[in-house]
């Protein structure tokens, strides 16, 4: 069975749960770029709660694609979205263990987001050990059966019946109790090999 994801920045649990569910999972790359989404912003918990890292993007007049939407390079986000996962997750129990295979995603300048966001998608699908049929799309998909576009957002999600926010171990969980569905790199630097028994 099929899906249809948006791109995302270290997307949440629930989006890489649909990638590790589905047997087939199609990206979209022709819809439209939409502010307050995942597509360019991911969720991290801190010790004073989440916080968001969002990407600058450069704008242009009118509605722009997915796949055009390119990367600004504006206020050095790269280096202080590193210090923040850095700051957020240096103690948490497997930082040290994936940090050669995160860092490089902010040594590198890269052009657009998409094509940004699908080397995430690919670099954490083999961290989790996990082995979805990942399609890129060739033409916007109007209509699918499983389709998570609007569903999995940061700001007015719709309903989700298939989403199951699993508890497992958080740095911060003693002082701030367990976050649900944050970003996969929460899950991963948390509980490692085992992030996959989460999805």
């Known amino acids: 069975m099929d899906c249809i994801l948006s791109s995302t920045y270290f997307g949440p649990i629930q989006w890489y749960q649909k990638l590790n569910r589905y047997k087939v999972c199609l990206i979209e790359q022709h819809d439209s770029f939409i ?96 082995r979805p049929e990942i399609r890129v799309t060739e033409t916007y998909e109007h209509l699918c059966a499983n389709d998570f576009r609007e569903v999995i957002r940061p700001k007015h999600p719709l309903p989700d019946d298939g989403f199951e926010s699993r508890p497992y171990y958080q740095v911060y969980q003693q002082k701030q109790g367990f976050i649900p569905n944050l970003s996969i790199l929460d899950l991963l630097f948390n509980m490692g090999n085992e992030s996959i028994f989460f999805l």
């Open 35 to 130: 502010k307050q989404t995942f597509r360019n912003r991911c969720i991290i918990a801190t010790t004073h709660g989440t916080q968001a890292l969002s990407i600058p993007i450069e704008h242009s007049n009118g509605s722009q694609q997915m796949r055009d939407i390119r990367i600004s390079d504006h206020g050095n986000w790269r280096h202080l979205h590193w210090y923040a996962l850095q700051s957020a997750y240096g103690d948490s129990p497997f930082f040290d263990y994936y940090v050669d295979d995160i860092r490089p995603f902010f040594e590198r300048k890269w052009d657009f987001l998409f094509d940004f966001n699908l080397a995430i998608t690919l670099t954490m699908c083999q961290l989790l050990d996990i």
